[in-house]
């Protein structure tokens, strides 16, 4: 084989393998999306888990707005997980009085981007 073609060749491997590795890439969160975050952390994150470390209970919330419906089969909107926040669900308790409306907002906006 020619010298060129090597060349050629391991530059496509190359470009093959980068191709595999590269993760989509995520753009910063907003202040608001921030703030959704923490009240993720401090409410959610101990059943639901993170990214990182998966649900210890109830369902994971990575990709919960990437389907049209949520594990229950409710649609995947605002309303239905506004109102699973606020009223619970069998073994989830209720935010209702814990949290207000622009944290549960923030929360919203916040699991849209996982
Ligand atoms: C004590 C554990 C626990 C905590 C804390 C908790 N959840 Fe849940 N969550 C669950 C369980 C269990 C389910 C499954 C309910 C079912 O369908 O029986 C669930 C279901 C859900 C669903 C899916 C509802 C559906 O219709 O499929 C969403 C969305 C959700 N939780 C969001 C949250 C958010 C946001 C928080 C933080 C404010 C939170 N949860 C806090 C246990 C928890």
């Known amino acids: ?23 989509k890439p995520r753009r910063p969160l907003t202040a608001q999306e921030q703030r959704g975050e923490r009240v993720y952390q401090a409410n959610c994150a101990q059943c639901h888990g993170t990214a990182e470390i998966g649900p210890t209970q109830g369902p994971a919330m990575t990709g919960l707005y990437s ?5 229950s089969g409710a649609p995947a909107n605002d309303e239905r997980v506004t109102e699973v926040i606020k009223q619970g669900k069998r073994m989830m308790p209720g935010y209702a009085r814990t949290l207000d409306d622009a944290q549960v907002a923030d929360l919203v906006a916040y699991l849209k981007t996982q």
């Open 67 to 71: 389907k049209p419906y949520l594990p």
């Open 1 to 23: 084989m020619r010298p060129v073609a090597n060349i050629y060749l391991l530059l496509a491997a190359f470009l093959l393998a980068g191709c595999g590795k590269t993760e």
